[in-house]
């Protein structure tokens, strides 16, 4: 099980290092381009930059939650009410970060329709539905699990 568990978990390095890097260097430099410009752009940017400061947050408290997952798999506690729990704090990460950017909407569609780019208003829905889906994906593997736990916790009271 090494094997899989540490390709995952150089997958969760690799997909978290973007997401810092535009909290590091990206985003303070839309921030300041927002600012500078002023006006209309400025009031509709500020918000959606916020919300993604904000969502990092849930983000990476989900990546660490993944880390403890696997290093269960690792340890073959992946059968344990610790898993469970890992995934329901996925779960709720996920959530957050989709009403973070379903409250940011509203300013998606507003900077989409003064600056006559749909195609924006397109990537706040991504990030809401990515972000759901994987609520959702959360949730029932979280189900699944318990219920496995149970059948095993019978199954071994019974013999």
């Not at 978290?16 to 209309?40: K, M, N, Q």
């Not at 400025?42 to 939650?65: C, E």
């Amino acid at each position: 099980m090494k094997r899989e568990t540490i390709f995952l978990k150089l997958a969760v390095i690799v997909l978290s290092l973007p997401i810092l890097a535009a909290c590091i260097f990206l985003l303070p430099f839309l921030w300041r381009e927002a600012v500078e410009s002023g006006g209309w752009i400025a009031n509709s940017m500020r918000p959606i930059i916020g919300g993604m400061y904000v969502a990092a947050i849930p983000f990476f408290v989900a990546l660490s939650q993944s880390f403890i997952l696997l290093g269960l798999i690792d340890r073959n506690e992946a059968f344990s009410y610790r898993s469970v729990k890992a995934l329901r704090v996925i779960k709720y990460c996920a959530l957050t970060i989709t009403a973070i950017y379903m409250a940011t909407l509203p300013f998606f569609y507003w900077f989409a329709e003064r600056d006559d780019s749909p195609g924006f208003l397109v990537i706040g829905f991504v990030f809401v539905f990515a972000a759901f889906v994987i609520a959702v994906f959360a949730e029932l593997l979280q189900k699944l699990l318990k219920r496995a736990i149970d059948m095993k916790q019978e199954i071994d009271l019974t013999v």
